[in-house]
């Protein structure tokens, strides 16, 4: 969900698959099939987006961004899940080509107790807009945690203030008939 629809940097964000570095090479025939179903069902890769975390981004070998670069090459885009818990290095935000950062739930769930939370979310969010990426809070829960991230002007947030996980089945009634879920 949008933190704030009005926001001239609210866009709409395609759903994310989470990979991990381990799971990259080892599924790279997943990764195919996601490519063959997307351009077999005419979905331009613009519409996904896969998660892949901060140690992979560090420790990516030749198969690992080899196989990012396809998937960068068919339009889908990248997220940095978890962001600030792993061993981050800065200078991956510019060598590869991200489009968002997903703040990791444990700065959110102590956003209003923990003032070093909050000045880190902040952190994160500016940092990020300055490199034109945009921000995607993880475990928000409460309408607290919702207005703070508004005020740091995040651009997205997820968690269960705004729906339960949801089954396949309800995902594409969702899509298909604009279905509400909560």
């Not at 866009?11 to 997943?30: F, T």
């Not at 961004?65 to 339009?75: D, E, P, T, V, W």
């Not at 997903?102 to 979310?121: G, N, V, W």
């Not at 089954?167 to 279905?179: C, F, I, M, N, S």
């Amino acid at each position: 969900m949008r933190a704030d629809a009005r926001s001239p940097r609210a866009r709409s964000k395609p759903p994310c698959v989470p990979s991990s570095g381990h799971a990259i090479p080892d599924h790279a025939a997943v990764q195919r099939a996601w490519l063959t179903y997307l351009s077999g069902h005419e979905i331009p890769g613009t519409c996904m987006a896969t998660e892949i975390t901060e140690g992979m981004l560090l420790n990516a070998d030749a198969d690992v961004s080899q196989i990012l670069l396809a998937l960068r090459m068919a339009g889908i885009q990248m997220a940095i899940d978890n962001f600030g818990t792993g061993y981050s290095s800065l200078a991956s935000l510019n060598k590869f080509d991200i489009e968002f950062l997903k703040i990791d739930q444990s700065f959110i769930s102590s956003l209003s107790a923990a003032p070093a939370d909050r000045a880190l979310c902040e952190a994160i969010i500016v940092m990020a807009h300055k490199l034109s990426l945009q921000v995607i809070a993880e475990g928000v829960e409460t309408a607290e945690q919702r207005n703070l991230l508004r005020e740091a002007a995040c651009d997205f947030l997820q968690g269960y203030l705004l729906s339960r996980p949801i089954t396949p089945e309800q995902l594409e009634a969702v899509l298909k008939h604009g279905a509400t879920i909560r």
